[in-house]
């Protein structure tokens, strides 16, 4: 049986204040984390949310992460990690990758796990993910973002 991983990120400007949160579920126990930055971008924080609740995991695990974010997505479901390494982490239009550091964490965790992404469509009702978009937009208000639920 797999770990579910939900997660989401929330942004007041862009940059601006942001804040990340996920839930993990295995079994019958559940555990939800978030946090947020006073100066961020709502991509840093869609990255965060999926690294931290792979790093609240104890041990190795099959994980499902489940995730509104086509930018986390698409960067391991149509490659654009790969090219990036193979292009010193450099964009097609040779200029850096942005938040390398946190590509290169969430690889590490993705190495340490066997994950598996599922793209969920945000706000659309479904239970998890309007739970985590909730949780990320009250983190981010903690660090001074005015963004409505």
């Known amino acids: 049986m797999a770990v579910e991983l939900w997660t989401d990120g929330a942004c007041s400007g862009n940059p601006g204040p942001g804040g990340w949160a996920c839930v993990l579920r295995y079994r019958d126990a559940e555990k939800e984390l978030s946090d947020g930055e006073a100066v961020s971008t709502n991509n840093r924080m869609e990255l965060l949310a999926v690294i931290r609740g792979l790093q609240a995991l104890t041990r190795p695990a099959e994980v499902v992460v489940h995730l509104d974010s086509s930018y986390v997505m698409n960067a391991f479901t149509k490659g654009w990690i790969s090219g990036w390494q193979r292009n010193g982490w450099k964009t097609r239009a040779k200029q850096p990758v942005a938040n390398r550091e946190l590509w290169l964490e969430l690889i590490a965790q993705t190495e340490r796990h066997q994950v598996t992404f599922t793209k969920v469509k945000g706000h659309s009702g479904v239970e998890l993910n309007d739970r985590v978009?909730?949780?990320?937009?009250?983190?981010?208000?903690r660090y001074g973002g005015r963004q409505k639920p």
């Open 133 to 141: 978009d909730r949780l990320a937009v009250e983190a981010c208000r």
